[in-house]
């Protein structure tokens, strides 16, 4: 008789590998499929690097959720001995009267998250290398900074399977009950039964629910540059230089990690794409983009060469928040998605709060149920 696990999680990304994880530490029998393999370079999770960082402006569920997931990725890789966080900081540079600024900063308060506002003066004091637009100030978060986003979902997953959990490579097909989901079928020919499941699987979420999902899920083509240094130049290196993001032309920038580069990428949602099909190579017009933005910030690589080039995608909701519901037919099965571009960080809280869900029951926060999404975007969540 083939083995029935207590949850099957479909997506082994960061969202489904530490949902997997958590449920694994409390003792379930977990299957964790994806039909790529964790980190592969499909999926959202599966770039070199990601923010971690806790400013949200007044949504402060994103700011406890980074605060607690930040506290988790840095136990984590200290009991398995990966030095996979980057300590940089995270410097916002921002108009003094900007209100997701003014908003962040109430929250920080709030919630005791440490930060420090910065005039001109300071920052330019701090961080030469960096030029300011008019009246441009920053807020620094001293504790956050990058993780190594494909070497920690692996090593995430490789920690699962550590510890007892089963994983398989293998495309999951469309599911298709009447009344409650007993099994999931493989384009393999093969079928897997399970007391519970829970969807996970970014960009696929929507192909997998056509009719239910797809409208309301927008995975974007985002394009990714690293430009090279100088030879010996380490103010482009941590810790000379933070983790940086700008608000005024929604770009976000890296420091020299690991010799790849200083990385710089636009915030703006791409046009649509098909995460199975699409040519990953960037356009040239996104490299101009990039390039200008980077000399306004950084003005001594203005002309510095493009060394790497990635071509990532975002799975957006129509205002950012999550989506973790239940399906509406089938009470045996939670949907879990929307990453929108800044999920990544929030793996470890989202995680214990699905695995929460599904072991314990209750009901997810209003904000992040399929009622509250729709078929057209309207970003909030920042």
Not at 63 to 84: C, H, K, P, T, V
Not at 288 to 307: E, H
Request: aromatic share 10%; hydrophobic share 40%.
């Amino acid at each position: 008789m083939a083995k029935i696990f207590d949850v099957a999680v479909v997506g082994a990304g960061v969202f489904g590998a530490w949902t997997a994880l958590e449920l694994e530490r409390r003792g379930a029998s977990v299957l964790l499929v994806d039909a790529y393999g964790p980190g592969n370079s499909r999926s959202s999770s599966g770039g070199e690097s990601r923010i971690i960082r806790c400013g949200y402006g007044p949504d402060e569920i994103y700011s406890r959720w980074a605060l607690e997931s930040l506290s988790a990725w840095r136990e984590f890789f200290a009991e398995i001995g990966q030095a996979l966080f980057y300590p940089t900081g995270v410097l916002w540079l921002t108009q003094p009267d900007e209100p997701h600024a003014r908003a962040t900063l109430a929250t920080f308060e709030k919630l005791g998250i440490r930060h420090e506002w910065l005039t001109a003066g300071q920052v330019r004091q701090r961080w030469p290398q960096i030029a300011l637009e008019p009246r441009e100030e920053a807020i620094f978060e001293p504790s956050s900074g990058g993780l190594a986003a494909r070497r920690a979902v692996q090593a995430v997953a490789a920690e699962f399977v550590r510890r007892g959990g089963e994983f398989r490579q293998d495309q999951v097909l469309p599911p298709s009950p009447s009344g409650r989901l007993d099994q999931i079928a493989f384009a393999s020919g093969d079928s897997l039964s399970a007391d519970q499941f829970v969807f996970a699987c970014g960009s696929w979420l929507g192909k997998l629910f056509p009719n239910l999902v797809a409208p309301l899920l927008f995975p974007s083509r985002q394009e990714v540059f690293f430009f090279g240094v100088p030879a010996g130049d380490r103010r482009f290196s941590p810790p000379l230089l933070p983790i940086w993001l700008r608000l005024s032309d929604e770009t976000y920038g890296f420091p020299d990690l690991d010799g790849r580069g200083v990385k710089i990428a636009s915030d703006h949602h791409g046009p649509p794409l098909d995460p199975d099909t699409v040519e990953r190579l960037p356009a040239a017009e996104a490299l101009a983009v990039a390039r200008a933005a980077l000399g306004r910030v950084l003005p001594a690589l203005g002309g510095a060469p493009l060394v790497e080039a990635r071509v990532c995608q975002y799975e957006n909701t129509s205002n950012g928040d999550f989506l973790i519901d239940r399906h509406p037919e089938w009470m045996n099965v939670w949907l879990a998605g929307g990453g929108s571009g800044h999920g990544f960080k929030h793996g470890p809280a989202m995680g214990r709060y699905l695995t929460r869900l599904v072991l314990e029951g209750g009901e997810p926060d209003p904000r992040f149920s399929l009622a509250t999404k729709a078929s057209v975007q309207s970003r909030t969540v920042r």
